[in-house]
């Protein structure tokens, strides 16, 4: 099974500040890659998923995240964070099971 | 539109007692899983189940055991629950392995004194 990396544990930002979370995945061939988040109190919710094609791909909340084909990398960002994006934030690799990173704690300052 | 729907929400357990968890979904879903949540570790899988009638270890499948009972419906049992089972536990479903998105329950926090 995949082996899945998230770079940070846990991130603080102040509203209208950056965010890029970094994922890696342990190995190749074809894989489908998603993101989920989970708001405080929540189960998981989809935000976006790449099958193929462009590998920037957009999902929900002005999220977007770029594949890496040769990093075996699927990082997420957003160019704007509220204080409603406060959550934890899963990568996630599906190649005939679905492999969670540990997740990233982002908590947003107003 | 209930989606997938675990019971119980909450439950506490003695050492050595031993329970079931309850999923269900109704979007005619043909694989479901079972993850525990823990802080720091993300989610792992317990076991899955890829299609009615079928079901397989995933990465911590020690202690629990699963039943498939039709195409909605895939329960967790703790046959003698032990303190490291202390968890969030989350039913999920997905159309098929392998290539869509799943869906996830409310989740059951569980502690084992």
């Known amino acids: ?110 | 539109n209930a989606g997938v729907t675990q019971t119980p929400k909450f439950q506490v357990l003695k050492t050595g007692q031993s329970m079931t968890l309850q999923c269900a979904q109704d979007m005619n879903h043909n694989s479901m899983y079972w993850y525990r949540q823990d802080p720091g570790m993300g989610l792992r899988l317990i076991y899955y189940s890829a299609s009615e009638g079928t079901t397989d270890k995933g990465e911590v499948p020690n202690g629990y055991n699963v039943s498939r009972l039709n195409k909605r419906e895939f329960s967790l049992r703790l046959e003698s629950a032990a303190p490291s089972q202390t968890s969030v536990y989350f039913c999920a479903s997905s159309e098929w392995e392998g290539a869509s998105e799943a869906f996830f329950g409310q989740g059951t926090r569980l502690t084992v004194v």
């Open chain 1, 1 to 110: 099974a995949q082996s899945v990396s998230q770079h940070n544990h846990h991130v603080i930002l102040s509203e209208a500040a950056s965010l890029e979370l970094g994922c890696n995945y342990s190995y190749g061939g074809t894989v489908n890659l998603f993101w989920y988040v989970q708001y405080p109190g929540q189960h998981l919710q989809l935000l976006l998923k790449y099958f193929s094609g462009d590998p920037l791909v957009k999902g929900i909340k002005g999220f977007e995240a770029e594949f890496i084909k040769s990093k075996f990398s699927f990082n997420l960002r957003k160019p704007s964070v509220q204080w409603s994006d406060t959550a934890e934030y899963f990568c996630a690799v599906d190649d005939y099971k679905l492999s969670f990173g540990a997740g990233t704690t982002v908590t947003v300052r107003a």
